[in-house]
């Protein structure tokens, strides 16, 4: 069983920078693609940031862009979303999530949360001004 665990979430004000972090359990975890998600309140769920499984292909919301930087450790079965300058409006629960599909399908699909079969329980930011 695929099992994914995130942690490190917490709270900081406006322009200031947190890192979480998702533990990947399971066999071959290594060649899932995974991605970051979040959801504030009142709102749908919301797809930030995506990497393949090699870690080698990235791709990011435009919200998010040049200020969060997805990235994994295969060796650690980790991944990591740095998030850097802050938003109130990045307020919200951080969710990471897996993928058996290949990384160009999840591209030519826009990263549908359907092709995650995987997510981990979420883990609380909150950006306060």
């Known amino acids: 069983q695929v099992q994914l665990t995130e942690s490190g979430g917490g709270a900081v004000q406006t322009g200031g920078s947190l890192r979480v972090s998702c533990a990947l359990t399971?066999?071959?975890?290594?060649?899932?693609?995974m991605a970051w998600s979040r959801q504030a309140p009142g709102k749908d769920l919301e797809w930030n940031a995506a990497?393949?499984?090699?870690?080698?292909?990235?791709n990011y919301a435009s919200s998010v862009y040049h200020r969060f930087t997805i990235s994994r450790d295969n060796a650690a079965n980790m991944l990591y979303l740095q998030m850097n300058n802050l938003r109130p409006e990045d307020t919200a629960m951080y969710y990471c999530a897996a993928s058996t599909v290949s990384w160009g399908t999840l591209l030519l699909r826009r990263l549908l949360q359907s092709d995650f079969q995987y997510w981990g329980q979420g883990t609380q930011v909150t950006v306060s001004s």
């Open positions: 990497i393949s499984s090699s870690g080698r292909d990235t």
């Open positions: 399971g066999d071959s975890v290594s060649s899932l693609s």
